[in-house]
């Protein structure tokens, strides 16, 4: 992991620009990460299309998941909601830059985790995600 990046992530932990109640969301989904005692809510607004306009999160977390969150949220702003439910683990170590140690796993796709199922509230398909469908092995 490069010093530069180290800053950046540190940043966006400590001052995260999409951080907060974002009262124009057309769903949001609240999510605890119970082995850490984070607490998320998501908050997204999503176009007739499909696509996430705006992003936003609130709520209790540690350093990790305020910076996952923060980093993931603005990536996915414009996408279609169907990519965003293929994302995994991955997707999100690939937008940070690095892996998170074992223990810090969970903490990272907390944001994920709660958008994915944001989104199957949106589309009232009944589905419900949890830890298991978004890490990897």
Do not use: W
Not at 45 to 53: A, F
Not at 86 to 97: C, H, L, N, Q
């Amino acid at each position: 992991m490069s010093k530069i990046y180290t800053e950046t992530f540190l940043e966006y932990a400590k001052n995260p620009p999409n951080k907060g109640i974002l009262e124009s969301a057309t769903i949001r989904h609240f999510e605890e990460n119970r082995s850490c005692g984070d607490a998320l809510e998501v908050f997204l607004r999503i176009d007739e299309m499909g696509v996430i306009q705006d992003f936003s999160f609130d709520g209790l977390t540690a350093i990790v998941t305020t910076a996952c969150v923060s980093i993931f949220g603005e990536a996915i702003i414009g996408m279609n909601i169907q990519d965003v439910l293929d994302m995994t683990e991955m997707t999100v170590r690939e937008m940070i830059g690095f892996e998170v140690s074992p223990r810090r796993r969970q903490a990272s796709v907390l944001g994920l985790l709660a958008t994915r199922n944001a989104i199957h509230e949106y589309l009232k398909d009944t589905i419900t995600d949890d830890f298991s469908d978004v890490l990897i092995g």
